[in-house]
């Protein structure tokens, strides 16, 4: 049997969904299909047989080691951006881009400290998808949440929404970006499971591969749709947590040992 | 004199041919900055003309492509534009592809179109791209100290970055 997840049973989005679909599928027209073409020459993009998760093992990870958010920073080019001249250090910290931070949790009754890392959690029904005045915060049909800065007008309204505070926003001019990962000021940012290396091919995140640098593996990267990966045998063998479960977010990054 | 004619003639044939032949020359030249990877090669993705009318359509459509789908392969990339269309500057680097007089500017500018795309992407191509060019040339000493060494990327110090960004902030 399953271990517990904290899994929502999603039959009442379910329900509402199969409702909705039911009555537009009434209403437009019996008898015409419709049909998608086939890109060809080119590859056919994402697909949502797979979803991209992560698992973290907090019971891994160790306080004070910053070697995932160092590896985000550079592997997306974060660390482009310096603290203006007489800026604050509070200022600065409340503002800068983040996509991955530290956070560490004590437990008050009995003085037990938890260290983990936070980023965007790739829920499946995320609020700040469902908040975007313009279309620019999109899922993936792979199941990464990421913002379409072709799109976003920086209005911050899912910084606002965001229950995990994962996202961050440009105030300053960036320049040499990094061909990979395109920023520029005015548009809000997150954590997008390196996206750029999932289309080359390639199945690890920085962040993973430098907490496995450090010797401390405490980041799983994988398919939690394919039981024979990594993360999904874990997740069938241990107890893990989603991060504020009780919004039903059914997020795609858990955490066990929480 | 019937010959002289006819060879006056034959190289009449001979001048206007090689006129010809030179202006297209010229034209065709005229498209690309000189001294980019651009100049020496045959023709971009779609003729010339095609690509001066509609490459902001083609570009807009594979960016979703891209984006939304995660469709790499696509024909049109910008960062392949910026690998074909930078030129080099005087130092082993390459000049910024937006900036005045080069490849996307001289258009831009004459057709007054503001220019949005590096805001956020790139201007100068990929960093182990510009590593490896600049180094084939040899001389590392003139390089800013842009290049730490000869196997690592190019890489910015913090203080460097900084100043860098006053420049390009103050015009």
Known sequence: ?258 | MLSSTGIRRFAGVLMAGAFTFLTTGVLGDSAVTPGSKAAGMEACVAPTAEMRRNHMDYLKHDRIKTVRKGIRDIRNSLADCVDCHAAKNGSGGYAQIDSEGQFCDKCHNYMAVDLACFQCHRKTPGEEKLSQSALDGGNVDHRLGLLRDKDAPAALAADELVQLQAIVQED
């Open chain 1, 1 to 258: 049997m399953g271990k517990h997840n904290d899994q929502p049973d999603g039959k009442r989005r379910q329900f509402i969904g199969g409702t909705i679909l039911a009555a537009g599928a009434a209403t437009v027209a019996p008898g015409i299909l419709l049909t998608v073409a086939q890109a060809t020459g080119e590859s056919q993009g994402v697909s949502s047989d797979v979803r991209y998760g992560m698992l973290i093992d907090t019971d891994k990870c160790v306080a004070d080691c910053t070697a995932c958010v160092d590896a985000c920073d550079k592997e997306n080019g974060l660390d482009l951006q310096q603290k203006p001249k007489g800026q604050s250090d509070d200022d600065w910290n409340a503002q800068r881009p983040q996509w991955v931070r530290k956070v560490q949790l004590k437990d008050r009754q009995t003085g037990d400290i938890t260290d983990l890392p936070m980023m965007c959690q790739h829920c499946e029904f995320p609020p700040c998808v469902d908040v975007c005045p313009t279309g620019a915060s999109f899922r993936r049909a792979d199941g990464i949440v990421m913002v379409d800065r072709h799109t976003c007008i920086g209005c911050r309204y899912c910084m606002m929404a965001c229950p995990y505070k994962a996202r961050s926003f440009i105030h300053q001019n960036v320049v040499n970006q990094l061909v990979a990962a395109p920023r520029g000021k005015g548009c809000v940012e997150s954590c997008n499971f390196c996206v750029h290396r999932i289309d080359a091919g390639k199945m690890t995140t920085a962040c993973q591969d430098a907490c496995a640098k450090e010797g401390h593996q405490a980041i799983v990267f994988g398919d939690l749709k394919n039981p024979e990966s990594e993360i999904a045998s874990i997740l069938r063998e241990k107890n893990s947590r989603q991060i504020r479960a009780d919004l039903e977010l059914n997020t795609g990054v858990r955490y066990t040992d929480l």
